[in-house]
């Protein structure tokens, strides 16, 4: 049986599958992946429906948010990536003032439902993430894992994922994320 995911990138035409899988079973639908992202207005957001409002408001204006993994035609995984300049500050990251705001792109977070969960799904979202931050002219991407043990931030990822795939440690973001990051040449 293949453990492939076919993977596009999020926008108004997968809002549906974008919905159905945050307030799926086990979704992510308390925080619908706002928690880290920079806004102008509901400062708060603590309220549910704003930041389900707020991310469909990014997605509808063609912003880059992330991607959505398919298996056997269903949305089944999330993975939050996008120009690291359209999260907040507080995120993390290191030479954020040297970096040109379109060159770095974040990876902030992952989601696979429970059921498929050891089927390398995160890894392969890297990997899509990867080619999505390039072809949209990252030069960098980063992300924030977390060590295997870590009693939080585990939708970040874990270090040992990050590390198999090319990424090197650059600092760390509090307690305990870490900052990874990796190069992204150009493909010939």
């Given at each position: 049986?293949?453990?492939?995911?076919?993977?596009?990138p999020v926008n108004s035409s997968r809002w549906d599958d974008f919905y159905s899988l945050f307030e799926g079973r086990g979704g992510p639908k308390s925080c619908w992946c706002m928690i880290w992202r920079s806004f102008e207005t509901s400062p708060d957001m603590?309220?549910?429906?704003?930041?389900?409002?707020?991310?469909?408001?990014?997605?509808i204006s063609n912003n880059p948010v992330g991607l959505l993994g398919y298996f056997e035609g269903a949305a089944v995984a999330w993975c939050s990536?996008?120009?690291?300049?359209?999260?907040?500050k507080t995120l993390g990251g290191v030479n954020a003032d040297s970096d040109t705001e379109e060159s770095v792109w974040s990876l902030t977070c992952f989601f696979v439902k429970r059921e498929l969960r050891g089927r390398s799904f995160s890894a392969q979202l890297i990997d899509a993430a990867e080619d999505?931050?390039?072809?949209?002219?990252?030069?960098?991407?980063e992300a924030y894992p977390v060590d295997p043990n870590s009693p939080s931030y585990r939708f970040s990822g874990f270090?040992?994922?990050f590390e198999a795939r090319g990424f090197r440690k650059a600092g760390a973001a509090g307690a305990r994320r870490n900052v990874f990051r990796k190069g992204l040449e150009a493909l010939v």
């Open positions: 049986m293949s453990n492939l995911l076919t993977v596009f603590t309220d549910k429906a704003a930041r389900r409002a707020a991310m469909q408001q990014r997605i990536v996008a120009p690291r300049a359209t999260f907040k999505y931050a390039r072809a949209n002219g990252a030069k960098v991407i270090v040992p994922m």
